[in-house]
């Protein structure tokens, strides 16, 4: 597999997670598509993107469990969270609850608007080993009140890569007449997503990162009861009585017309999921998930430290883990070290004050990757921490 992707294969690339990575046929046709539209830029945008982008949310929904027209491209998972949060009027009476695993930058949009428009942001603590998923509905419920008309948090973490009970949180939260938000940055493509099922009434995340689609590539999604509270994050030819170009609603015109910019990235979303089905994705993640594991359970022997995740596999985590390391005088410079010194590309993330390498399996990943990781850790680490 790893001859079908563009990256150097003189580094062992454990962070997918990050960025992703795109195949070489998927990243021809996002090419394709770019020379589609330099030959005729003028009859291309006018007379034939409205009908590829349709047909790419027709293909986009299928995958993710969704009506297309709940579904609209965005360029990323923080430009989602944008136009949902923008959008939404709060009050200094109003708390937006959340979880202490969020992503920095998603963070930083409900600290901003909460600075400006005086409501609280409250992170719950989700404390860490994970016992059960009831036990984390139970622990965000904590910090609900009668002035929480919001809630927000990741599908799969960022940090800790701790997969959420969204579904049961979700129907929670309907109960209560909470609104939810999710991140799915990282669930589309790392896990079977059905958000018929989840029922979230927001739902956005990343196709450039586990599906594999160029970078550029995202999608929001909402509930066809909430699309009216969706307000146009860019104003442009989508808003508007005068509207030429219209794909039948409000929440699709105010979000897919944000100007000239080059959607080839969302028209080889198709590609990347023609991709997975070819080499039997479900299969691919089953074989990255064992790797995950053995290699995990390995690096918690190591340095003696015990997983955030329960024994028993529960679907905690899927094709990225967090794993425990000891504390490190300088993550930076350990970092570094493992990229200059075994070519091991992986992120040390610190949370709540401990440190942890966030460890990325995916199709292109092999069991040399994994033990030239371990090799690296047995030699970087101080000694006196290894078991």
């Not at 949060?85 to 695993?101: F, G, I």
């Not at 504390?327 to 930076?332: F, N």
Request: proline fraction near 6%; aromatic fraction near 12%.
């Amino acid at each position: 597999m790893k001859t079908n992707f563009l990256l150097d294969p003189d580094v062992v690339f454990l962070n997918h997670g990050s960025f992703g990575a795109t195949p070489k046929p998927v990243f021809a046709n996002y090419q394709a598509w770019q020379l589609r539209l330099e030959r005729q830029p003028v009859y291309f945008i006018q007379h034939e993107l409205f009908n590829h982008l349709a047909k790419a949310r027709r293909q986009l929904g299928n995958f993710v469990g969704a009506n297309p027209d709940d579904l609209v491209f965005v360029p990323n998972a923080t430009f989602g969270l944008n136009v949902v949060a923008r959008s939404l009027a709060l009050s200094p009476d109003d708390e937006v609850l959340t979880t202490d695993h969020e992503y920095g930058a998603c963070n930083h949009v409900w600290q901003f608007l909460s600075q400006k428009q005086g409501f609280r942001y409250v992170q719950q603590p989700i404390s860490l080993p994970a016992t059960t998923p009831e036990a984390m509905v139970e622990q965000l419920w904590q910090g609900v009140t009668s002035r929480t008309r919001i809630i927000f948090l990741s599908h799969i973490s960022s940090a800790t890569a701790v997969c959420f009970p969204v579904a049961e949180i979700c129907r929670r939260a309907r109960q209560a007449g909470i609104l939810t938000i999710i991140d799915g940055a990282h669930a589309p493509g790392q896990l079977p997503l059905d958000l018929q099922a989840i029922e979230p009434d927001f739902y956005f995340g990343n196709l450039h990162k586990w599906l594999c689609a160029p970078k550029g590539a995202a999608f929001l999604y909402a509930r066809p009861d909430q699309q009216a509270l969706i307000e146009p994050l860019v104003v442009g030819w989508g808003w508007g009585s005068a509207r030429t170009m219209t794909f039948g609603s409000d929440f699709l015109d105010y979000n897919q017309w944000l100007g000239t910019n080059d959607m080839s990235a969302y028209l080889a979303v198709p590609a990347a999921i023609q991709f997975q089905a070819d080499h039997d994705w479900t299969a691919v993640r089953q074989s990255c998930h064992r790797l995950l594991t053995e290699t995990m359970h390995q690096i918690c022997t190591l340095t003696g430290l015990p997983s955030i995740y329960p024994d028993d596999d529960a679907g905690f985590y899927h094709q990225m883990a967090t794993i425990p390391l000891p504390q490190l005088t300088d993550p930076e410079t350990f970092k570094a070290a493992l990229l200059q010194q075994f070519k091991v590309e992986a992120p040390i993330v610190t949370w709540n004050g401990r440190h942890y390498i966030r460890v990325s399996v995916q199709a292109y990943n092999t069991q040399r990757d994994l033990d030239t990781l371990l090799e690296a850790l047995r030699n970087l680490l101080p000694k006196q921490t290894q078991k």
